[in-house]
C-alpha cells in the first residue's frame, strides 16, 4: 500500500491515464531508461539516478522528487532520486511553489537565502528530503553506478561524459522559466511538472514489468 500524501496519489492516477499522450520517439528514450535502472538494480538491489540542467533550480529538482513519487506509487523499492547541475544558483521558489501546490510538504530551513536549503516530503513517516542547488557532483550525490539523466538541452551538451555514470539519458524538457513573472507562471510550472511526472510514471512502470 502508498503511502503517498493522498494529493499526490491523486494527481499520479490523472498522469497514469495520460499514458498515450507520450510520443514515440520519447517512449524510446524512456524505455532505455527503464531497462538502465533494470541492469543496475539487478547487480545491487537498487537504482540510483542524477537529473542533471544546468542550474540546478527548476526541472532537475522537479524531476528528483517525482522520480521518487512515482516509485513509491508503483510500490517499486530501491530507487534512489538526485539532481544536480552544471552551476550552482537555487531552487527556484515558482519550482517549491508548483511541488507544494500538487502536495508535497516543503519547509525552508531558516538563514538560508541565497541559495536556501529545503526539506521535501512526499509520503507518511519518511525522512525528509534535503534539496538546495549543487553541482551533480557534489558529496551528497552518488559519485559512481548512477544514472546521469540530462533534463536540459544546455547541460546535455556541455556533460557529454559524466564522471561515474554506469548510464547517460537525455531526457530534455522544455524550460518553465521562460513564464517567470507573467500571468501563465503557474499554469506552465504545473505543465512542467504534469509531463515530468507523466513520462517518469512510464519509466517506473516499465521497470516493475
Not at 517512449?27 to 531497462?35: D, M, N, P, Q, V
Not at 531526457?171 to 507562471?185: E, F, G, N, Q
Amino acid at each position: 500500500m502508498s503511502s503517498l500524501y493522498e494529493s499526490i496519489k491523486n494527481f499520479m492516477v490523472k498522469r497514469e491515464a495520460e499514458e498515450s499522450l507520450i510520443p514515440k520517439e520519447r517512449r524510446e528514450t524512456l524505455l532505455r531508461f527503464s531497462k538502465s535502472i533494470k541492469e543496475i538494480r539487478n547487480g545491487q538491489n537498487y537504482s540510483e539516478m542524477i537529473f542533471v540542467c544546468t542550474h540546478n533550480s527548476r526541472r532537475s529538482q522537479i524531476a528528483q522528487m517525482f522520480a521518487l513519487a512515482c516509485a513509491e506509487y508503483l510500490g517499486i523499492s530501491g530507487i534512489g532520486s538526485y539532481s544536480g547541475g552544471t552551476e550552482v544558483t537555487a531552487f527556484h521558489p515558482n519550482s517549491v511553489q508548483a511541488l507544494m501546490e500538487i502536495g508535497f510538504k516543503i519547509e525552508k530551513e531558516k538563514n538560508t537565502e541565497m541559495n536556501p536549503r529545503y526539506w521535501v516530503s512526499y509520503k507518511e513517516n519518511t525522512v525528509p528530503i534535503l534539496a538546495f542547488s549543487k553541482l551533480y557532483s557534489d558529496v551528497v550525490n552518488p559519485s559512481k553506478k548512477f544514472i546521469a539523466v540530462m533534463v536540459c538541452s544546455s547541460a546535455d551538451e556541455a556533460c557529454p561524459f559524466v564522471p561515474g555514470a554506469e548510464a547517460r539519458i537525455s531526457l530534455p524538457y522544455p524550460d518553465p522559466k521562460s513564464s517567470d513573472d507573467t500571468p501563465r507562471v503557474s499554469e506552465e510550472y504545473r505543465k512542467t511538472c504534469e509531463t515530468i511526472a507523466r513520462e517518469l510514471l512510464f519509466v517506473m512502470k516499465n521497470v516493475a514489468t
